[in-house]
Nanobody, 124 residues
Framework: QVQLVESGGGLVQAGGSLRLSCAAS?????????????LGWFRQAPGKEREFVAS????????YYTDSVKGRFTISRDNAKNTVYLQMNSLKPEDTAVYYC????????????WGQGTQVTVSS
């Protein structure tokens, strides 16, 4: 019921910044709207498991970050544009990964919908 498309990845030097975007389309006549979904960012580095990065609830009352990105990354969303963003500052080589956008309806534990991912590479 939700399609997600990420953009904004690329190659950046350590200390630089990137802004990822994730545009969501909610199927017409769905009982839910974009604001009914929690949006999250995950990442997967080569040879590692996918890990949680940040999330933003539909109401905006709950925003979470993994410890390694706190103070450097900021998640935001624009419900009018059905878009969630991840502003990444002070990037480090260890931030290199494929970044995925994900969505889950309010009250659901697991993320049901995933984008195709966008590559972020941070050079030292």
């Amino acid at each position: 019921q939700v399609q997600l498309v990420e953009s904004g990845g690329g190659l950046v030097q350590a200390g630089g910044s990137l802004r990822l975007s994730c545009a969501a389309s909610v199927r017409t006549f769905s009982i839910r709207t974009f604001s009914d979904y929690t949006l999250g960012w995950f990442r997967q580095a080569p040879g590692k498991e996918r890990e949680f990065v940040a999330s933003f609830s539909g109401s905006g009352s709950s925003i979470y970050y993994t410890d390694s990105v706190k103070g450097r990354f900021t998640i935001s969303r624009d419900n009018a544009k059905n878009t969630v963003y991840l502003q990444m500052n002070s990037l480090k080589p260890e931030d290199t990964a494929v970044y995925y956008c994900a969505a889950k309806p309010r009250g659901v534990l697991a993320y049901d919908y995933w984008g195709q991912g966008t590559q972020v590479t941070v050079s030292s």
